[in-house]
């Protein structure tokens, strides 16, 4: 069973950057989608990236598009995601989660509480105007 752990949140004014990590534990994350998501206070979580192991295709939500990049290394057994640019509205949890064998069309399919086998606990993020 696999255990996710976020870190690399804080906060940070706004304009800056940051790169949250995705880290596993207890099993392989070879074969595993890794996405991101994100909940802002008083809104629903959304997905905002994911990233397949199978071919190495990518995801990113248009309201994030261009400002992050989702990476992954499975010798690490982690996956990380860089945000550039942040606004006061990117405030909010970020989680990871990972699904087996699955493309990262899902995300776009189904809702979040509906994707993935394991989630992490987040990493709250904090943007400062």
């Known amino acids: 069973q696999l255990h996710l752990v976020e870190s690399g949140g804080g906060l940070v004014q706004s304009g800056g950057s940051l790169r949250l990590s995705c880290t596993a534990s207890?099993?392989?994350?070879?074969?595993?989608?890794i996405a991101w998501f994100r909940q802002a206070p008083g809104k629903e979580r959304e997905a905002i990236s994911g990233?397949?192991?199978?071919?190495?295709?990518?995801y990113y939500a248009d309201s994030m598009k261009g400002r992050i990049t989702i990476s992954r290394d499975n010798a690490k057994n982690a996956g990380y995601l860089q945000i550039h640019t942040l606004h006061t509205e990117d405030t909010g949890v970020y989680f990871c989660?990972?699904?087996?064998?699955?493309?990262?069309?899902?995300?776009?399919?189904?809702?979040?509480?509906?994707?993935?086998?394991?989630w992490g606990q987040g990493t709250r993020v904090t943007v400062s105007s």
């Open positions: 207890g099993g392989s994350l070879d074969y595993y989608t």
């Open positions: 990233i397949s192991d199978l071919d190495g295709s990518t």
């Open positions: 989660a990972v699904a087996y064998n699955i493309e990262v069309s899902t995300l776009t399919l189904v809702t979040p509480d509906q994707w993935g086998d394991y």
